[in-house]
């Protein structure tokens, strides 16, 4: 009897180990994305939040592309930990998770394609700001494949951090 209260202790320990784990993680990866976002896209085009003025200024070009896409990567790799660490740990809850966010990241992005001229005449707001950074992005194959990237990166770090509580922690 003793044995198995102690064993449920230890389980729902490592739980809540895994929890925070996944939690910090991903939002590391969302504060660097928005960190990335504020200093590499162009202030126009951010609606949220406007970039302070420490971070404006001339963009190295060095690391080619990386900078430009890396949001995407990092966006699709933190929601996928995030909402996968909310749930049941499983194979199948993880997929499910990287998939969706996959999919929100590519369905955003292909919309980018579509050039409406007047998103203002939308009458919900929030539909009107969706429609003016989807009509006002520019697609970018490079996104798609960093989205990916982004769900793989997800997946592993769900798979690496599953170990957590159980005594290799």
Known sequence: MYDSAYRNQA???????????????????LIIGWLLYLRFRDPVYQYVLPAPYWLTGEVSTAL??????????????AFSIVTAAW???????????????????AVLELLQLLNDPNPSRL?????????????QGVFDPLDLAAAAFGAFV?????KWTARIGHGSW
């Open 11 to 29: 389980s729902v320990a490592g739980d809540i180990k895994r929890l925070a784990a996944r939690l910090l993680m991903g939002g590391a990866y």
């Open 123 to 135: 009458a919900n707001p929030w539909l009107s700001w969706a429609m003016r950074y989807v009509t």
């Open 154 to 158: 997800g997946y592993q770090s769900l």
């Open 64 to 77: 080619g592309p990386l900078p430009y896409v890396a949001p995407s990567f990092l966006h699709t790799a």
């Open 87 to 105: 749930f049941r740990d499983s194979r199948r809850v993880w997929l499910a998770s990287c998939a969706f966010w996959l999919a929100v990241n």
